[in-house]
């Protein structure tokens, strides 16, 4: 007979039959997960996720452009005849989010699953999101990130109950909780919490995100309890990113992730950004911006500076540029760019080697 959480995997693999397990995730990465990322890792037998958009306006476009481009992968295409139902995901920081758009593009493209994170106003914020989309598209299913146990228990007894929670751990690039536990505790505490003593079949399956690059890290959280893996750093390496090439050049050419990514505002600020919720921050890799601000540079020389090496594109990023780049702390671990559905392949083939050879421990 099945584990508990081989038959909540079955279960998740189920609601998205191209997809293989383990299931490999592509993180919603702001802009730079467009629908060529997501349909690479999609089409290679993962899921694929689109970012929120430099506006919530750009949802409709790049749904519009997914919809045209899954005509290249038959197993995809076949799905969403089938289906009515969109073969990738759509992540909203719903802080920034507009419901009102989200739900009128929704309704019209049914992607298979919406990630929900970064919530201003809590569960209840999440609860009305997650009902709004279920009324316009009753096949996508709910996915929420979540940074605590506290978190995961209240979006598991919530009348809106997640279907998936994401178990994001401290390790994670972009934007997260200032305050966190890494995933390898994280995640089986949340296991315990929401699932422990519950009949398989109403099992939530958690899929860990958070310093997870490659097969190692990966099949250390499926022995955790986790049903898949979600990256976002690895893929920033994928050829399918919408990413300047300046900013991936610093993600292959970082190393020793702890030491030089740091959990700050300062990016989002000197990006305009300023309207986080509190007790939110973002992990990124250290440049000439945060040394500057380190020796105390006043902010407003600062952004000057920012906007200066905004202009010399592909030069404005590295070690010594200034822009923003978001990475976790597993950034040393990413050490080529490849293609996205190649990456998905590696690691799911490399999480089946890992958990084989702990067997014979």
Same mark, same amino acid.
């Given at each position: ?170 390790? $994670? *690039? #972009?934007?997260?909780?200032?305050? &966190? %536990? =890494?995933?390898?505790?994280? /995640?089986?505490?949340?296991?315990? !919490? ?14 860990? $995100? *958070? #310093?997870?690059?490659?097969?190692? &890290? %990966? =099949?250390?959280?499926?022995? /955790?309890?986790?049903?898949?893996? !979600? ?131």
């Amino acid at each position: 007979m099945a584990s508990p959480i081989q038959q909540t995997i079955a279960r998740l693999i189920s609601h998205y039959p191209w997809a293989t397990s383990p299931l490999v995730v592509g993180a919603p990465m702001k802009v730079i997960a467009g629908p060529s990322l997501a349909i690479a890792v999609s089409s290679a037998g993962g899921l694929g996720f689109i970012g929120p958009g430099a506006s919530p306006s750009d949802l409709e476009s790049s749904l519009s452009l997914t919809s045209q481009l899954i005509s290249s992968s038959p197993s995809l295409s076949r799905f969403a005849q089938e289906t009515g139902t969109l073969p990738i995901g759509v992540g909203f920081q719903t802080w920034a989010g507009d419901l009102r758009v989200a739900t009128q593009v929704l309704g019209k493209f049914k992607p298979c699953a919406v990630w929900l994170f970064a919530p201003r106003h809590g569960q209840k914020e999440l609860d009305e999101w997650s009902r709004k989309i279920r009324e316009v598209s009753r096949g996508t299913k709910i996915w929420v990130q979540v940074p605590s146990v506290a978190d995961a228990v209240a979006a598991a007894k919530s009348e809106e109950r997640a279907d998936v929670l994401v178990v994001q751990g401290a390790d $994670a *690039g #972009g934007h997260s909780r200032s305050k &966190g %536990a =890494g995933v390898i505790t994280l /995640l089986p505490e949340v296991y315990d !919490a929401v699932n422990d003593g519950v009949e398989p079949e109403n099992q939530i399956p958690l899929i860990a $995100a *958070g #310093g997870i690059i490659e097969q190692r &890290g %990966a =099949g250390a959280a499926m022995v /955790l309890g986790a049903a898949g893996v !979600a990256m976002g750093t690895r893929f920033l390496a994928g050829r399918e990113a919408t990413i300047n090439r300046g900013y991936q050049r610093h993600i292959v050419d970082a190393s020793d992730g702890g030491q030089n990514t740091v959990r700050t505002q300062l990016y989002n600020w000197l990006r305009g950004e300023r309207n986080w919720p509190a007790g939110w921050d973002a992990r990124g890799l250290v440049n000439e911006s945060w040394r500057d601000h380190d020796k105390g540079v006043e902010f407003e020389r600062n952004r000057e500076l920012y906007a200066e090496a905004g202009k010399k594109g592909e030069e404005g990023w590295g070690e010594r540029g200034r822009m923003a780049t978001y990475a976790g702390t597993g950034v040393g671990l990413v050490r080529e760019v490849k293609g996205a559905g190649e990456i998905v392949s590696e690691v799911r083939d490399g999480i089946r080697k890992v958990i084989r050879a702990s067997n014979k421990l």
